[in-house]
């Protein structure tokens, strides 16, 4: 898969790729977790690893001042400012970046500015909520390639647009992600990631206090407003079968404590945080655990 990526954006520039920026408006670990976030993490390590200096454009989420300063905590540069958008040009040349890959959150916003400077870019398609990706239309230009997460991304995108993206899954380093087998001696949770009104939330809930004799275990992933974010901790508090965890960056300690890992999404999944683990998942051997997912999306072909 890792090839994939080095391939499309070589072609891309038809030059040797060593600086690569990775941008997106939305904020990037430790301030926020999510699919997109993890194997974008997960796609710098590697392509690191095989000589390419990577680095990340991201939303700053607290009230940090204005501009673009980098931080190593992730292991490679991230740049966290206000409006990325408006960061695209002066961190790529800060950077020296050869090509700027776009990633979730509003793209839209991104390729605008990538095209008002004549910048080459890669636009990576995540989920299929076009009218939350900016305002406007994708359009085919000679700066742009487009690259999909999943089959069912790509043709709800082709069908949109008229643009054929390039179907490339998310990479996993299942080394960062699978536990050791048998890593908790008793493996009996039914663990529930992104405790969200659009991940199923209610439906976990519900499944919890229908079964007290079962724990559950929820881990929050994407952030929620407030009065939601307080709404849903506390009715899991009622229900003593249940615990809740503030977002991890280290999964592995969630997923050993994992009999089944539930899924149980109403959110159109191109391919999901779920699905990302799959693939590592179903070469644990012994001791594996089994995934209850929504049949929604893109989300059920990943466990195909």
């Known amino acids: 898969m890792l090839w994939f990526w080095q391939t499309i954006v070589i072609r891309t520039l038809s030059v040797q790729i060593m600086r690569i920026l990775f941008a997106t408006t939305n904020p990037y670990p430790p301030q926020t977790a999510g699919g997109s976030e993890s194997s974008t993490h997960d796609l710098c390590l590697s392509l690191i690893g095989r000589g390419i200096e990577c680095a990340v454009l991201a939303d700053q989420a607290d009230t940090a001042p204005d501009g673009y300063r980098a931080d190593y905590g992730m292991g490679y540069p991230v740049y966290r400012g206000r409006d990325p958008a408006k960061g695209v040009k002066p961190v790529y040349d800060l950077f020296g970046a050869d090509v700027v890959v776009i990633q979730a959150g509003k793209p839209l916003l991104l390729i605008g500015e ?30 742009l390639s487009y690259v999909a997460n999943s089959r069912f991304t790509a043709d709800t995108f082709k069908k949109a647009f008229g643009i054929a993206a390039k179907v490339i899954p998310p990479l996993v380093r299942t080394e ?31 499944l919890a206090e229908l079964n007290p004799d079962i724990p559950f275990l929820f881990v929050e992933s994407w952030p929620m407003v407030k009065g939601v974010s307080d709404k849903y901790p506390s009715l899991a508090a009622k229900l003593p079968n249940i615990e809740w965890l503030p977002r991890q960056l280290d999964m592995k300690p969630i997923y050993a404590q994992a009999r089944v890992m539930l899924v149980p999404s109403l959110w159109q999944e191109a391919w999901g945080e779920g699905s990302d683990r799959i693939a590592g998942q179903r070469h644990t051997g012994p001791g594996q655990q089994p995934w209850r997912l929504a049949r929604i999306g893109g989300l059920w072909r990943g466990a195909a």
């Not at 699978?178 to 969200?196: G, L, M, N, S």
């Open 114 to 143: 990538c095209l008002r400077h004549g910048i080459r870019a890669v636009v990576y398609i995540r989920n299929i909520e076009f009218h939350w990706h900016g305002g406007g239309e994708y359009v085919a230009h000679p700066l």
């Open 176 to 206: 960062r992600h699978i536990p050791e087998r048998h890593a908790t001696p008793d493996k009996q949770k039914v663990v529930f990631v992104c405790p969200h009104p659009l991940k199923g939330v209610e439906i976990a809930l519900k």
